[in-house]
């Protein structure tokens, strides 16, 4: 006697996609220093939720006279390149 065996499998639906997230807040500034570090100047520690927001923000980070240029990043991980904000 051989055994047989049915396997029954029942379609199985797939998960409904659900987009991830997304982040308010997606642009930071980073300052090229002429002497320290951007520590103390709080724009480089915010998050910008647009380019207009950050823009805005780099001017007013070239009022530090050690700042000598600006540039706007990605808050992803790693950061990419957006564009530099001349004064």
Known sequence: MTPTATLVEEPVA???EV???RPS???RLRPIMRQGTAASIPETWTRYASIDDARRA???MYHDDRVL???AT???APPR???WIER
């Open 14 to 16: 797939p998960a409904p």
């Open 69 to 71: 240029r600006v540039f």
């Open 58 to 60: 780099a001017k007013v």
């Open 74 to 76: 990605t808050n992803d």
């Open 81 to 83: 390149f957006v564009e």
């Open 25 to 27: 807040h997606v642009y």
């Open 19 to 21: 987009p991830a997230p």
